[in-house]
Nanobody, 120 residues
Framework: QVQLVESGGGLVQPGGSLRLSCVAS????????MSWYRQAPGKERELVAR????????NYADSVKGRFTISRDNAKNTVDLQMNSLKPEDTAVYCC?????????????WGQGTQVTVSS
């Protein structure tokens, strides 16, 4: 059974840091691109960061470039998001996503999310 389990969220002051982790199981992790998305109350879900299956390429939302870093460990089936210089506007539920296309099919898995609140 496919599972993506996020951890590491919490309450942090502006300017602080958090590291989110996502542990995957039930599928061939190393063949999937992995992403972090976030959704704030009343807003659309947005892509925060993505990393390719090998970890060779990453991309980021403009709003987090230079502050967030996505990384993965294919031996441990984990993907992390290091978040520095946090701002109140980073407050959201952050979800881990696994995605690939193969044989004309799309495989798209989501975690339950972890709450990040940036507030003084």
């Amino acid at each position: 059974q496919v599972q993506l389990v996020e951890s590491g969220g919490g309450l942090v002051q502006p300017g602080g840091s958090l590291r989110l982790s996502c542990v995957a199981s039930g599928f061939t992790f190393r063949t999937y691109a992995m992403s972090w998305y976030r959704q704030a109350p009343g807003k659309e879900r947005e892509l925060v960061a993505r990393i390719t299956s090998t970890g060779g390429s990453t991309n980021y939302a403009d709003s987090v470039k230079g502050r967030f870093t996505i990384s993965r460990d294919n031996a441990k089936n984990t993907v992390d998001l290091q978040m520095n210089s946090l701002k109140p506007e980073d407050t959201a539920v952050y979800c881990c996503n696994a995605f690939k296309t193969a044989g004309g099919y799309q495989f798209d898995y989501w975690g339950q999310g972890t709450q990040v609140t940036v507030s003084s």
